[in-house]
């Protein structure tokens, strides 16, 4: 590929929306527990509060954070993003 080629394919893909998620907590619960689930139920998830989350893109951890509100939205202050190496017990 030609170097101006490259460069555009550059912009193009750096500008792709990309889907982060984070996930607050797990749980496991028994099929019982789950039928009682209402309106008002409390589950209690098997993190701590004061756990960092990971943030995944796909399916690869690439961040850990902290959970808080800004402007009424959650939100994730990273404390650390992570190396390839450190994502393999993330996952």
Known sequence: MKTT???RLVR????????VKVVLGTTT???????QLQRGSTVILGQRVTEPVAG???????????V??????YAVK???LLERGERAGLE
């Open 5 to 7: 080629e490259t460069q």
């Open 12 to 19: 193009r893909i750096a500008n792709l929306p990309v889907a």
């Open 29 to 35: 619960l028994s099929l019982s527990q789950v039928a």
């Open 56 to 66: 995944t893109v796909g399916r690869q951890p690439i961040l850990l954070g902290h």
């Open 68 to 73: 808080y509100a800004q402007s009424g939205h």
């Open 78 to 80: 990273i404390a650390r």
